[in-house]
C-alpha cells in the first residue's frame, strides 16, 4: 500500500513542502530515499523503539520511503513523526483520510514522545500558504506556531495522541493565542533603564542620535567609564518593533532554534554581544548545515562587539559587507543561502593596551607605536561605516555620587519615536528605507542637502581630518538625524558641526594628539 503524509524543509529562509511517500511490499528491507542526512536515516531506529513502547508492532515487510523532492537536501528529526505515520498508514493500522489535511513535524524520543524542533513557525507559514487544514507539532512548538493564524495548530505530546487524533478516537482542540495581545503587552518591559546612568550626558546623546537614525556608534574610552553599561540599555530606547518585524525575527530566532519553550513572537529587538573569540562562521553564519550567524540573530536589532580591538581582524572585516547591504549571501560548494541582517553595530573599545591614555586619575604605560599598532587592528573601510563615534571620559566622583537618577529611558525614547515618525513619512515612496542610516547617494543630496555655511564647514572637515568620502556621506546622514530631533525641515550648519564632532576616530592618531596622560 502506498502513502503520503507532508512535513517541510528548512534550508537558509527557504521552506519547501516535502512529500513522505511510504510504500509497503512483502519483504523485511527498509530503504529510505531522498538526500536524507545522517539524522533523518537513523528515524528508522527512534521510530522503531517508538511504535512499540506504544502498543504497536513495527511492519515486517519491504519499506520504501521516499522524501520528494528527492533532490532537496533533508537534515534534522523532524521527519520522525510524518515516516511513523505513514509507516503505520501504509501497514493500515490508521486511517489514511487525514493525511493530506495535515502537515506534520516532530522529532520522536524512544518512548514515543514528541520533542520540539527547530523552524516551527516558518513551517506553519508554509502550511498555511500550501492550504493545510492544520499542522501536528511537538506541544513545546504548539505557542510558536499558533501565531499563524486561519491555521488549526495542535500540539501533541507523543505519538499515541496523534494516531489517536487521526483515528478520531481523541478530540485534540487547536491552540488558539491572542497574537497582538501578546505581542503589546510586553513591548516597554525592560530590565534595564538609562535612568541608571548617572553624567555621561555626551555619550546618552549621542546614542540617542544613533537610535533616532538606526546609526551604527563606537565608544572609545578607558575601563569602567560605563561603555558597556550604556550599550545594554540601547534597546530601552529602540523604537519597539513592528509586527512584520517581529514576525521575521522570530522566524530566523525559530530556524536557529533560539526560541525559549511556549513562546510566541519576539516582542522586543534583539540584543546580540558575542565574545571576541568568536569565529567567522558563527558571526555571519554557515556551517557545514547553514545556519544563522550572529549578525543575522541581531536583525531588527542590537550587535554590540565589546572590546572591538580584541576581535581576530579577519573577523571584523567579514562585517563590512553586511553592514552595507543588510544582508549576507552565504556561497558554498554544496548551498547558496540569503540572510537578511539590518541591524544597528555598536562597539567599544580601550584608547590604547593598557586602557588609560587620556586618563587624567592614571597614568598610560603605552608606546605611541603601541597605541597606533592597537588601533590598527580596526581598519579604515570598517571604520568609515560607523557612523558616530564617540569618546567617553571617566566619570567624575561628583557625578558618580549625584543622588538624582539620569533622564529615563521611557522619556528618550519618545523623542526617539518621533523623529522615526519623521523618517518613516520622508521615506515612505522608497522600499526598504525605513530610516536616515538607509539613505542611498541619491537620497541624501535630496533630503540632506547643506547649505553654503554647511559646505565651508565640511570642506574644512574633510581637509583637516583626512576623510573619506563615505565618511562625507555619514557626516549627512547623522546631521539629517539631529535635524529630525528637533524636528527641523533641513539641516543647518549646527547640525553639521555636532555630526562632524562624531568622527574624531577616522584617523586613529591618538599618539599624536598631544593628550595628557
Same mark, same amino acid.
Given at each position: 500500500?502506498?502513502?503520503?503524509?507532508?512535513?517541510?524543509?528548512?534550508?537558509?529562509?527557504?521552506?519547501?513542502?516535502?512529500?513522505?511517500?511510504?510504500?509497503?511490499?512483502?519483504?523485511?528491507?527498509?530503504?529510505?530515499?531522498?538526500?536524507?542526512?545522517?539524522?533523518?536515516?537513523?528515524?528508522?531506529?527512534?521510530?522503531?523503539?517508538?511504535?512499540?513502547?506504544?502498543?504497536?508492532?513495527?511492519?515486517?515487510?519491504?519499506?520504501?520511503?521516499?522524501?520528494?523532492?528527492?533532490?532537496?537536501?533533508?537534515?534534522?528529526?523532524?521527519?520522525?513523526?510524518?515516516?511513523?505515520?505513514?509507516?503505520?498508514?501504509?501497514?493500515?493500522?490508521?486511517?489514511?483520510?487525514?493525511?493530506?489535511?495535515?502537515?506534520?513535524?516532530?522529532?520522536?524520543?524512544?518512548?514515543?514522545?514528541?520533542?520540539?524542533?527547530?523552524?516551527?513557525?516558518?513551517?506553519?507559514?508554509?502550511?498555511?500558504?500550501?492550504?493545510?487544514?492544520?499542522?501536528?507539532?511537538?506541544?513545546?512548538?504548539?505557542?510558536?506556531?499558533?501565531?499563524?493564524?486561519?491555521?488549526?495548530?495542535?500540539?501533541?505530546?507523543?505519538?499515541?495522541?496523534?494516531?489517536?487524533?487521526?483515528?478520531?478516537?481523541?478530540?485534540?482542540?487547536?491552540?488558539?493565542?491572542?497574537?497582538?495581545?501578546?505581542?503589546?503587552?510586553?513591548?516597554?518591559?525592560?530590565?534595564?533603564?538609562?535612568?541608571?546612568?548617572?553624567?555621561?550626558?555626551?555619550?546618552?546623546?549621542?546614542?540617542?542620535?544613533?537610535?533616532?537614525?538606526?546609526?551604527?556608534?563606537?565608544?572609545?574610552?578607558?575601563?569602567?567609564?560605563?561603555?558597556?553599561?550604556?550599550?545594554?540599555?540601547?534597546?530601552?530606547?529602540?523604537?519597539?518593533?513592528?509586527?512584520?518585524?517581529?514576525?521575521?525575527?522570530?522566524?530566523?530566532?525559530?530556524?536557529?532554534?533560539?526560541?525559549?519553550?511556549?513562546?510566541?513572537?519576539?516582542?522586543?529587538?534583539?540584543?546580540?554581544?558575542?565574545?571576541?573569540?568568536?569565529?567567522?562562521?558563527?558571526?555571519?553564519?554557515?556551517?557545514?548545515?547553514?545556519?544563522?550567524?550572529?549578525?543575522?540573530?541581531?536583525?531588527?536589532?542590537?550587535?554590540?562587539?565589546?572590546?572591538?580591538?580584541?576581535?581576530?581582524?579577519?573577523?571584523?572585516?567579514?562585517?563590512?559587507?553586511?553592514?552595507?547591504?543588510?544582508?549576507?549571501?552565504?556561497?558554498?560548494?554544496?548551498?547558496?543561502?540569503?540572510?537578511?541582517?539590518?541591524?544597528?553595530?555598536?562597539?567599544?573599545?580601550?584608547?590604547?593596551?593598557?586602557?588609560?591614555?587620556?586618563?587624567?586619575?592614571?597614568?598610560?604605560?603605552?608606546?605611541?607605536?603601541?597605541?597606533?599598532?592597537?588601533?590598527?587592528? +580596526? =581598519?579604515?573601510?570598517? $571604520? &568609515? %561605516?560607523? !557612523?558616530?563615534?564617540?569618546?567617553?571620559? @571617566?566619570?567624575?566622583?561628583?557625578?558618580?555620587?549625584?543622588?538624582?537618577?539620569?533622564?529615563?529611558?521611557?522619556?528618550?525614547?519618545?523623542?526617539?519615536?518621533?523623529?522615526?515618525?519623521?523618517?518613516?513619512?520622508?521615506?515612505?515612496?522608497?522600499?526598504?528605507?525605513?530610516?536616515?542610516?538607509?539613505?542611498?547617494?541619491?537620497?541624501?543630496?535630496?533630503?540632506?542637502?547643506?547649505?553654503?555655511?554647511?559646505?565651508?564647514?565640511?570642506?574644512?572637515?574633510?581637509?583637516?581630518?583626512?576623510?573619506?568620502?563615505?565618511?562625507?556621506?555619514?557626516?549627512?546622514?547623522?546631521?539629517?538625524?539631529?535635524?529630525?530631533?528637533?524636528?527641523?525641515?533641513?539641516?543647518?550648519?549646527?547640525?553639521?558641526?555636532?555630526? +562632524? =564632532?562624531?568622527?574624531? $576616530? &577616522? %584617523?586613529? !592618531?591618538?599618539?599624536?594628539?598631544?593628550? @595628557?596622560?
Amino acid at each position: 500500500m502506498l502513502v503520503k503524509t507532508y512535513c517541510a524543509a528548512v534550508n537558509g529562509m527557504e521552506v519547501t513542502t516535502v512529500t513522505v511517500e511510504v510504500s509497503l511490499t512483502r519483504g523485511v528491507m527498509f530503504h529510505l530515499t531522498g538526500l536524507a542526512d545522517v539524522a533523518v536515516k537513523e528515524s528508522h531506529d527512534r521510530i522503531t523503539s517508538a511504535l512499540q513502547n506504544n502498543g504497536f508492532k513495527f511492519p515486517i515487510a519491504d519499506i520504501t520511503a521516499n522524501l520528494a523532492p528527492a533532490d532537496l537536501k533533508k537534515e534534522g528529526s523532524a521527519f520522525d513523526l510524518p515516516l511513523a505515520i505513514a509507516i503505520l498508514a501504509a501497514n493500515e493500522d490508521i486511517p489514511a483520510t487525514k493525511l493530506d489535511k495535515y502537515m506534520l513535524v516532530g522529532e520522536l524520543s524512544l518512548d514515543g514522545s514528541l520533542q520540539p524542533v527547530k523552524g516551527a513557525l516558518p513551517i506553519a507559514i508554509k502550511a498555511r500558504a500550501e492550504h493545510f487544514k492544520g499542522l501536528i507539532v511537538p506541544k513545546a512548538n504548539e505557542h510558536e506556531a499558533a501565531v499563524v493564524d486561519t491555521l488549526e495548530v495542535y500540539g501533541m505530546e507523543n505519538i499515541s495522541q496523534v494516531i489517536n487524533f487521526l483515528n478520531g478516537s481523541y478530540d485534540a482542540e487547536p491552540c488558539i493565542i491572542d497574537t497582538r495581545k501578546e505581542f503589546y503587552e510586553n513591548q516597554y518591559d525592560f530590565d534595564l533603564d538609562f535612568a541608571d546612568v548617572r553624567g555621561q550626558e555626551n555619550v546618552k546623546r549621542a546614542l540617542e542620535i544613533a537610535a533616532a537614525g538606526g546609526h551604527n556608534i563606537i565608544m572609545i574610552g578607558p575601563p569602567g567609564s560605563g561603555k558597556s553599561m550604556m550599550a545594554k540599555r540601547l534597546p530601552s530606547i529602540l523604537p519597539p518593533l513592528s509586527l512584520s518585524e517581529s514576525l521575521e525575527t522570530t522566524q530566523i530566532h525559530s530556524i536557529a532554534g533560539k526560541l525559549k519553550r511556549n513562546s510566541g513572537l519576539i516582542n522586543q529587538r534583539p540584543f546580540r554581544s558575542p565574545h571576541h573569540t568568536i569565529s567567522e562562521v558563527a558571526l555571519v553564519g554557515g556551517g557545514a548545515n547553514p545556519m544563522p550567524g550572529e549578525i543575522t540573530l541581531a536583525h531588527n536589532g542590537v550587535l554590540f562587539c565589546d572590546e572591538l580591538p580584541e576581535f581576530n581582524k579577519h573577523t571584523l572585516e567579514v562585517l563590512r559587507q553586511p553592514l552595507e547591504d543588510r544582508q549576507i549571501t552565504i556561497s558554498r560548494a554544496k548551498y547558496t543561502v540569503s540572510y537578511p541582517c539590518s541591524f544597528m553595530f555598536v562597539a567599544s573599545m580601550n584608547p590604547c593596551p593598557c586602557g588609560y591614555y587620556g586618563d587624567p586619575t592614571h597614568n598610560c604605560v603605552c608606546s605611541p607605536g603601541q597605541i597606533h599598532r592597537y588601533l590598527s587592528k +580596526i =581598519s579604515g573601510p570598517l $571604520l &568609515d %561605516r560607523i !557612523d558616530i563615534q564617540c569618546e567617553i571620559s @571617566p566619570l567624575p566622583f561628583a557625578d558618580m555620587s549625584q543622588a538624582s537618577p539620569g533622564e529615563s529611558s521611557r522619556n528618550i525614547r519618545e523623542r526617539v519615536i518621533t523623529a522615526r515618525a519623521l523618517q518613516t513619512k520622508r521615506f515612505e515612496e522608497y522600499k526598504n528605507v525605513h530610516c536616515n542610516a538607509q539613505m542611498s547617494e541619491r537620497m541624501i543630496h535630496h533630503f540632506a542637502e547643506p547649505d553654503s555655511d554647511s559646505i565651508a564647514l565640511l570642506r574644512n572637515a574633510m581637509e583637516r581630518l583626512k576623510l573619506s568620502a563615505r565618511a562625507y556621506n555619514r557626516i549627512l546622514k547623522v546631521a539629517r538625524t539631529i535635524a529630525d530631533l528637533v524636528g527641523s525641515p533641513t539641516v543647518l550648519s549646527e547640525h553639521i558641526a555636532e555630526a +562632524i =564632532s562624531y568622527r574624531n $576616530l &577616522d %584617523r586613529g !592618531d591618538w599618539a599624536e594628539r598631544g593628550i @595628557p596622560c
